[in-house]
């Protein structure tokens, strides 16, 4: 049998916090300590009253800013402060904890979190496993006034905090950049995968899914169907939950919806659904835990997705599909990769145009399921789709940068 592995990953955010890649995050070290491995977690501490795992022998928490607006997020910024942070920390894990030393480090952050985990490899000569969770460039356009003027300062940064990273000043730039030191890059999706490989961000990519927690899937208890539409995320502009409330009022089905999740956007959500009379058909369910939020997945009638283009895998309808809820999906990219099981929003080249054709779909979904003509998931997303086999595939990859 092949000795354990002493696996040090790097996050922009701590794991205990809401994300999909930190839910990714989470289950993957579940998986790899369940097979004899030994995981260590470098991310910002985190602020706030909810410190349930604080002192958990596995993280290795930074000194961190919580982010204005949202404490539920910090920053860090990767100087030698926090470097020393790092070193000290791992070293305690070492010595205090009796882990044996680092065999390789798996960067699955793009700031902070990338810089700082790609400088540990260099100084301790560790093999890199870079997992690209984030379009950079489509999250910046979402959320800055001037996205270019954005993106040039952060390649100007990304410069600096990893020398010899490259030129450049867009999006892609910045992710061959962060990904220059890498042995081996991976993606949750074929199609974020595809474009990686595109751009110049990485020769070939390993498709490697963020898939469901097996244990939850196995045990979580059957709950009363809510006939509802759930969209669940992180409330910020990339994840468009106001277009699809204003989708939802537009297309004037009488079906309930239940919003799951938090962020920058919640309050905005609540004004426009008082403004428009929606109150007494969505709730606000705000931050579930993970099985409180498959549950209530579970629960739906369908679920629905309405990023575009910024999702590197969308976490959501892959969990929805093991529990036979369609998803609505607006980006065609994940359509394609779910396969079957979901409704299509067709494109649209205005924002206007994008919430009209939501609002369409949701009438198509309301009369599908009325009729019970609902399509049904995928067979092999939910074959595939579970954490276990997803830590089996990491670990191929582990093993092969070590040769």
């Not at 904890?97 to 952050?109: E, S």
């Not at 949750?188 to 595109?198: D, G, I, N, T, Y």
């Not at 309808?317 to 607006?330: C, D, K, L, Y």
Request: hydrophobic share 40%; proline share 6%; net charge positive.
């Amino acid at each position: 049998m092949s000795r354990p592995l002493h696996v040090v990953m790097f996050g922009d955010q701590h794991v205990e916090t809401a994300g999909g890649a930190q839910v990714a995050m989470r289950l993957q070290r579940k998986f790899l300590e369940r097979a004899g491995h030994i995981v260590t977690i470098v991310a910002p501490a985190r602020h706030g009253r909810d410190l349930t795992n604080i002192h958990d022998e596995a993280y290795v928490d930074l000194p961190s800013l919580p982010v204005p607006g949202d404490r539920e997020y910090a920053l860090v910024w990767p100087g030698r402060r926090s470097e020393r942070a790092v070193d000290r920390g791992i070293a305690h894990r070492v010595t205090a904890h009796g882990a044996p030393l680092p065999d390789v480090v798996h960067v699955q952050g793009d700031y902070w979190g990338a810089a700082l985990g790609h400088r540990f490899a260099r100084r301790a000569r560790l093999p890199v496993v870079h997992t690209m969770h984030n379009r950079v460039d489509v999250g910046i356009a979402a959320t800055t006034p001037f996205p270019r003027s954005a993106l040039r300062v952060l390649n100007a940064w990304r410069r600096r905090a990893l020398p010899g990273s490259g030129p450049g000043s867009d999006g892609w730039a910045y992710l061959r950049g962060i990904a220059s030191g890498a042995t081996a890059v991976t993606a949750p999706s074929a199609h974020f995968a595809r474009r990686l490989e595109e751009h110049g961000v990485f020769g070939s990519v390993d498709v490697v899914w963020n898939g469901i927690d097996d244990d939850v899937l196995r045990d979580l208890a059957a709950a009363a169907p809510s006939g509802a539409l759930i969209w669940v995320g992180r409330m910020s502009a990339e994840k468009r939950l106001l277009p699809f409330l204003q989708s939802y009022s537009q297309s004037g089905i009488d079906m309930p919806v239940e919003i799951v999740g938090s962020g920058f956007q919640r309050e905005a959500a609540e004004r426009y659904v008082q403004a428009h009379g929606l109150s007494k058909r969505v709730r606000f369910l705000g931050r579930l835990s993970y099985p409180g939020a498959l549950a209530r997945i579970a629960a739906a009638s369908a679920l629905v997705q309405t990023s575009i283009g910024f999702e590197t895998q969308g976490m959501t309808p892959f969990e929805a599909a093991q529990f036979g809820t369609p998803s609505v999906i607006s980006d065609p990219d994940i359509a394609d990769e779910m396969g079957e099981g979901v409704w299509r929003v067709p494109s649209a080249q205005s924002e206007d145009g994008r919430i009209r054709e939501l609002a369409t779909t949701l009438r198509d979904v309301d009369r599908d399921i009325r009729l019970g003509s609902a399509p049904a998931p995928s067979e092999g997303v939910r074959r595939e789709f579970v954490q276990s086999s997803r830590t089996a595939a990491m670990i191929d990859i582990y093993r092969r940068v070590l040769i």
